[in-house]
């Protein structure tokens, strides 16, 4: 009986989940050529409250929809929209924010970046973090519903899947092409939670 009661005694406790408190992230927000591209504005300055570091990288279609000036201004960084932008520094920029990103964000993301990480593309900054860096990456399409459900695309898609990448969207609604259907960012709220969620997820440690 004695020895029983030792051996229970003895027996290791129950596994705990134990929550590291999460410092400061370092999230880089990439921002591509779609028209929902004004709405990275919103997504930077909610990532920013929510007391992280934000890297913001733009593709040079999305300068045509929304200011690189006003991305700075949220998110309190410099903002990277070509390769050029690096000359001050010996390290490419680029890689530094590979190297430093907890989480790469893409949001809009555009069914061409999508199809250039894919097939590891690098012909421009964003693609070639995505290329670079270990962090967990997030894409929130949009656009057209048709582009969205080619077979191309949703080739693309799941290859991406397959290797990690983590999808949010798209939703269904009323599309700028004029189009009623799937294609439309996911909402912005709810965008900024998943990447809270996925920057969350890496501070918890089985004791």
């Given at each position: 009986m004695d020895r029983e009661l030792k051996r229970r005694r003895d027996k290791p406790s129950a596994r705990k989940v134990v929550r590291i408190p999460a410092g400061k992230k370092s999230v880089v927000?990439?921002?591509?050529?779609?028209?929902?591209?004004?709405?990275?504005?919103?997504?930077?300055?909610?990532?920013?409250?929510?007391?992280?570091?934000?890297?913001?990288?733009?593709?040079?279609?999305?300068?045509?929809?929304i200011s690189p000036l006003t991305l700075q201004t949220l998110s309190k960084n410099p903002v990277t929209t070509s390769f050029y932008d690096e000359k001050e520094n010996w390290r490419p920029g680029h890689i530094d924010l590979a190297d430093r990103a907890n989480l790469l964000l893409i949001a809009p993301a555009t069914a061409h970046v999508i199809a250039e990480l894919a097939h590891g593309l690098a012909g421009h900054p964003l693609a070639a973090i995505a290329l670079a860096t270990r962090a967990p990456i997030l894409l929130a399409p949009a656009m057209n519903g048709k582009m969205w459900q080619h077979h191309a695309t949703q080739e693309n898609v799941e290859k991406l899947k397959a290797r990690g990448v983590e999808f949010i969207g798209p939703e269904e609604g009323m599309l700028a092409c004029g189009y009623e259907g799937l294609g439309r960012l996911w909402k912005v709220n709810d965008i900024a939670f998943r990447a809270e969620f996925l920057l969350s997820r890496h501070d918890k440690l089985i004791a």
């Open positions: 927000l990439g921002v591509t050529g779609s028209i929902a591209a004004y709405k990275s504005a919103e997504l930077a300055s909610l990532l920013v409250k929510q007391g992280h570091e934000v890297f913001v990288v733009m593709t040079q279609d999305a300068t045509e929809f």
